[in-house]
Every structure is written in structure tokens, then in C-alpha cells.
């Protein structure tokens, strides 16, 4: 295995550690589901898995960096961008607290949540997974993960769509006020 592979993999097994650790402890603790069966989280995990396999099996080729001549910068940057996945996921589920949910689960409501990382980024944990996918793209320097992540973007915007309806359902005025102040990504 090559070092980009044993990154990818250490970065997994953080970043998917974290996100399964918060679901069992979450899970036993409220004693009712909390993941949602919405097509679009369906989709997208099926997605996420695919992604993170191309990326392992393009990291098991040639090294990048000694085909096209570039030095370690990519490597930190990559780096840069991995570090950022996890603190920023870190902190989404964390500051969520029981409000966290894999998918939108209509009959549940749970508390809206402003503060802390959601003071800067109405999806923080979707942006970690922005990054993860800037972060394995550079790394690996690949036309295809770059398709992939535009079409990972798509599939994670759809995905937040339908979680603003339901919370603008839930929530109504105090949503729209927060919707109106905090940026859905990070100022964009």
C-alpha cells in the first residue's frame, strides 16, 4: 500500500469512526431510529462509499507526485483539507447534540440548532464532506474524483434541500431567521 492509501485510510477511519460512534451512542440513548430511509440520503451514502473506493483503489497506483513532478504541497494541502474534514464533522456532531439525524425522519422533531460550528454554516457536516472530497482529489490528482465530487455536491445540495423544507415545516419563523443569517455552506 502506498502512503496516500494509508492516509485515506487513517482519515476513514476517523472521519467514519466519529460519524458511527455518534449513531450507536445517539441511537441507544433516545431509544427510537435516527437515520431516515429518504432516496436521497440512500443515494448519497451509496455514493460515499464509491467515491471513498475509487479514491483507496486509485491510491494503491503510481504515486502521483512522482508522475507529474509535483512536491509535497499537494500532499499538505490534501493534508490541510483532511485535518479540516474531521474538526469541522467533530464539531457538527458534537454541537447537533440529540438534534443529529442521518436523513430527514418526518415524524421526529428535534431542536434547531444555532450555535456553536452551526453559528457559521447551516450544513457543517456536509461541508466536512466537501472537504474530503477536495481533500482526496488533490491528493490523488484525479479528473475522475473531480467529476465525482461535483456530482457528490449535487447529490449532498439535494439532500440539504429537503432538510430546510422539513425544518421550515418544524420550525417555521425561528428557521427562516436563521436561514437568513447563516449561510447554508460557508458564505457561499
Not at 427510537?32 to 451509496?46: C, H, K, M, T
Not at 493534508?79 to 442521518?102: E, H, N, T
Not at 434541500?161 to 428557521?175: F, G, P, Q
Amino acid at each position: 500500500m502506498t502512503p496516500d492509501t494509508w492516509l485515506i485510510l487513517l482519515h476513514q477511519l476517523l472521519f467514519q469512526g466519529m460519524f458511527l460512534a455518534k449513531n450507536i451512542l445517539l441511537r441507544h440513548r433516545l431509544g427510537q431510529p435516527i437515520r431516515g430511509f429518504n432516496p436521497e440520503a440512500n443515494l448519497s451514502i451509496g455514493f460515499f462509499v464509491i467515491f471513498i473506493g475509487i479514491a483507496l483503489w486509485l491510491s494503491l497506483g503510481p504515486d502521483t507526485s512522482r508522475t507529474t513532478g509535483v512536491d509535497g504541497g499537494v500532499q499538505v494541502i490534501a493534508g490541510l483539507f483532511m485535518l479540516a474534514s474531521l474538526a469541522i464533522s467533530a464539531a457538527s456532531l458534537k454541537d447537533l447534540g440529540d438534534s443529529w439525524r442521518v436523513g430527514v425522519i418526518e415524524e421526529q422533531e428535534t431542536e434547531l440548532i444555532e450555535t456553536g460550528v452551526y453559528r457559521f454554516s447551516r450544513n457543517p457536516y456536509f461541508l466536512a464532506y466537501f472537504l474530503m472530497f477536495a481533500a482526496y482529489t488533490t491528493l490523488l490528482q484525479s479528473l475522475l474524483l473531480l467529476v465525482l465530487s461535483v456530482i457528490g455536491f449535487g447529490m449532498v445540495h439535494t439532500m440539504i434541500i429537503r432538510e430546510e423544507r422539513y425544518l421550515v415545516n418544524k420550525h417555521a419563523a425561528d428557521y427562516e431567521h436563521y436561514r437568513q443569517k447563516v449561510p447554508r455552506y460557508l458564505g457561499l
